[in-house]
């Protein structure tokens, strides 16, 4: 038993060697880790690098709409909070709702995409006309009527989002689960009476999960954009300031007209880094795992 789980793991560190050495060869997947590293940090350490006190507009000292200075490098808002605070505590939000949205849609789209896949008949129709529906709905307007009755709230728009973007994963997902269903082993497992719960959790899932790691990076990108859009339009949560908080509040207070740039760059430029980001994983991740997808074992 030893033995054998010794092999295991060498084989998984053999992979892991091997997948690591065909990421880093390609460079557009290290920048795109980098830049998302970058956030990453400032994520994680934002109290530390601003005092989560500037986000409250009562102990705002400074004039509001004001110019970047060596006080404020990016200036302030309408309330005399500095943009630099707002920035550093919305990069946290973002990420936080484009990584839990994403989470969301990826179990969810797994989970129909695989037993859309592995089953026939009236099931497998019904759960691809779920799926249809969904895609032909636009997102947009969707998102608005759900985020509008769910109510303004950090786990509402996590949740809104989540539920409408996991038709692209069930769709690739169901896809790929067919390919399996016609492998070999699949044929013996069934014949030694494997169960349908067996067959999908210990044949087909690891089969199609590096597809679905390949497509959610990307999906986080999405799901980012959406938040953006969805606070841009005043959907967020007014109490947990994002980037797409910070220029809804722009917008609002005439930042764009008044060419006041602290105030709508920043943001702007941020979420263009991070979707750029992750596209670029994303695209990296595609190309090295999609060629072992057409390997059989």
């Known amino acids: 038993m030893t033995s054998a789980a010794a092999i295991v793991r060498a084989r998984r560190r053999a992979t892991l060697v091997r997948f690591w050495r065909d990421y880093r060869s390609h460079r557009t997947g ?3 880790l980098a830049i998302l590293g970058v956030f990453a940090l400032v994520a994680i350490f934002a109290p530390l690098l601003a005092d989560p006190s500037g986000l409250d507009i009562t102990k705002a000292t400074a004039p509001g709409h004001m110019a970047p200075s060596l006080g404020y490098p990016l200036g302030t ?3 005399g909070r500095s943009v630099l605070t707002l920035l550093i505590h919305g990069t946290r939000m973002s990420l936080l709702v484009g990584l839990a949205a994403t989470v969301i849609a990826m179990v969810i789209g797994t989970a129909i995409g695989v037993m859309a ?8 129709s019904i759960l691809n006309a779920v799926s249809d529906w969904f895609l032909v709905i636009p997102f947009l307007p969707l998102a608005i009527v759900m985020a509008t009755v769910l109510g303004a709230s950090l786990l509402n728009i996590i949740i809104v989002i989540g539920v409408t973007s996991w038709p692209g994963t069930a769709r690739l997902v169901s896809a790929q689960t067919l390919s399996v269903r016609e492998r070999p082993y699949m044929e013996r497992a069934k014949a030694l009476g494997a169960s349908d719960w067996h067959q999908m959790t210990r044949h087909v899932l690891p089969n199609v999960m590096p597809l679905v ?3 959610v990076v990307l999906t986080v990108s999405i799901a ?23 220029l809804d509040h722009a ?3 005439g930042a764009m007209t008044n060419n006041e740039w602290w105030f709508v760059m920043p943001p702007g430029i941020c979420v ?3 979707v750029l980001a992750f596209t670029l994983i994303g695209r990296t991740l595609e190309a090295v795992l999609n060629p072992r997808l057409k390997e059989t074992r």
């Open 224 to 246: 980012i954009l959406s938040e953006t859009t969805l606070s841009f339009l005043g959907l967020g949560d007014p109490t947990r300031p994002s980037w797409g908080y910070i």
């Open 272 to 274: 263009v880094l991070v």
């Open 30 to 32: 290290i920048a795109g």
């Open 117 to 124: 896949g592995f089953y026939s008949g009236w099931l497998r």
């Open 251 to 253: 917008f609002s207070t």
């Open 77 to 79: 808002d309408e309330n």
């Open 213 to 215: 790691m390949a497509h």
